[in-house]
Nanobody
Framework: VQLQASGGGLVQTGGSLSLSCAPS????????MGWFRQAPGKEREFVAA????????YYADSVKGRFTISRDNAKNTGYLQMNSLKPEDTAVYYC?????????????????WGLGTQVTVSS
């Protein structure tokens, strides 16, 4: 599975951005798509995940109510709509695909990772 994230950019505080992730295939072996981010000098952290078949969604507390993860089966594309952006949301955002979602260290269950896309929120 190859993934390509896109849609990053520069936005002011309070603004919105929409990220897209187009995996080469979401299949039975990797039904979970996740979004993660890594800010300079910080560890990579979980942002949101979605189960491709049953549409169950998971969010980090820091983004609940502001970010929305979704998928379009017909286009085989996942999305991360980010609203009310804050400077602390500045990071490189990565999409990933894996077998399952785990609330504990979810990145360990991701098998495939795409190249990141930079999101910068200016104050």
């Amino acid at each position: 599975v190859q993934l390509q994230a896109s849609g990053g950019g520069l936005v002011q505080t309070g603004g919105s951005l929409s990220l897209s992730c187009a995996p080469s295939a979401m299949n039975l072996a990797t039904p979970v798509m996740g979004w993660f981010r890594q800010a300079p000098g910080k560890e990579r952290e979980f942002v949101a995940a979605i189960h491709w078949r049953n549409n169950i969604k998971y969010y980090a507390d820091s983004v609940k109510g502001r970010f929305t993860i979704s998928r379009d089966n017909a286009k085989n594309t996942g999305y991360l709509q980010m609203n009310s952006l804050k400077p602390e949301d500045t990071a490189v955002y990565y999409c990933a695909a894996g077998k399952v979602y785990s609330g504990y260290l979810p990145e360990r269950y991701m098998d495939y990772w795409g190249l990141g896309t930079q999101v910068t929120v200016s104050s």
